[in-house]
């Protein structure tokens, strides 16, 4: 158990549909990391947030925004959904936001868009 | 053209046999990490090589990364089913710790 926790942990849904993932880092962890793992792309990167604040941006599409709340929460959200955006996604936290230190991965949340 | 090419791909050998997987690149990194996904389950960290030319060791598992610091190598003696997963190796290329991944090799050892 890495203390990263997701929910929900599967999602299936509509082509045009929005969703909603959460993730709740590791105790004390401030940096919040969310990837994408789909058969054709692997794992990507999508964006980051340390303290409540947005740090980098990756490979994230205009259909997808997250934020940081206080509570140090994340929750990533999709919308216009494609079928294409079925994947795997995973939010990883960590205590430092460089230097690649260890990043915690949290289980995933499935999505399946029909 | 990939950032970081893993090989092989797929892998199935038989409890006991040893292997090597690689992860390489044109490009020269400060660091690289090594992970483990298992299914249903997020990537765990095995290692992290800084220096050119390191050996790490991880009880069967043995990490090198090459003098040119662009490749590296996951050995594996004595396989196990226990060690069937998805290898994925990983860079920071930004130094914000946004992680790169590799292609991933899936390791399959049958009992």
């Known amino acids: 158990d890495s203390g990263v926790t997701q929910t929900p942990k599967h999602l299936i849904t509509a082509t045009g549909q929005r969703v909603t993932l959460r993730c709740s880092p590791r105790?004390?962890?401030?940096?919040v990391y969310w990837y994408q793992q789909s058969l054709d792309q692997g794992l990507q990167f999508l964006i980051q947030y340390y303290n409540g604040e947005e740090r980098a941006k990756g490979n994230i599409l205009e259909r997808f925004s997250a934020q940081q709340f206080p509570d140090l929460h994340s929750e990533l959200n999709l919308s216009s959904l494609e079928l294409g955006d079925s994947a795997l996604y995973f939010c990883?936290?960590?205590?430092?936001?460089?230097?690649?230190?260890?990043?915690?991965f949290g289980p995933g949340t499935r999505l399946t868009v029909t | 053209t990939q950032l970081l090419e893993q090989s092989p791909q797929f892998l199935s050998i038989q409890e006991g046999e040893n292997l090597t997987v690689y992860c390489n690149s044109s490009?020269?990194?400060?660091?690289l990490q090594w992970y483990r996904q298992e299914p249903g389950e997020g990537p765990v960290l095995l290692v992290t090589?800084?220096?050119?030319?390191e050996v790490k060791k991880l009880k069967r598992l043995t990490f090198q990364f090459g003098d040119a610091r662009k490749d590296s190598s996951l050995h594996i003696t004595a396989a196990q089913p226990g060690d069937t997963g998805l290898y994925l190796c990983?860079?920071?290329?930004?130094?914000?710790?946004?992680?790169?991944f590799g292609t991933g090799t899936r390791l399959t050892v049958i009992p």
């Open positions: 490009s020269v990194f400060s660091s």
């Open positions: 990883a936290s960590s205590v430092e936001p460089s230097g690649m230190g260890e990043q915690y």
């Open positions: 990983a860079v920071d290329q930004t130094g914000a710790n946004n992680l790169f």
């Open positions: 090589v800084v220096t050119g030319g």
């Open positions: 105790s004390g962890d401030l940096s």
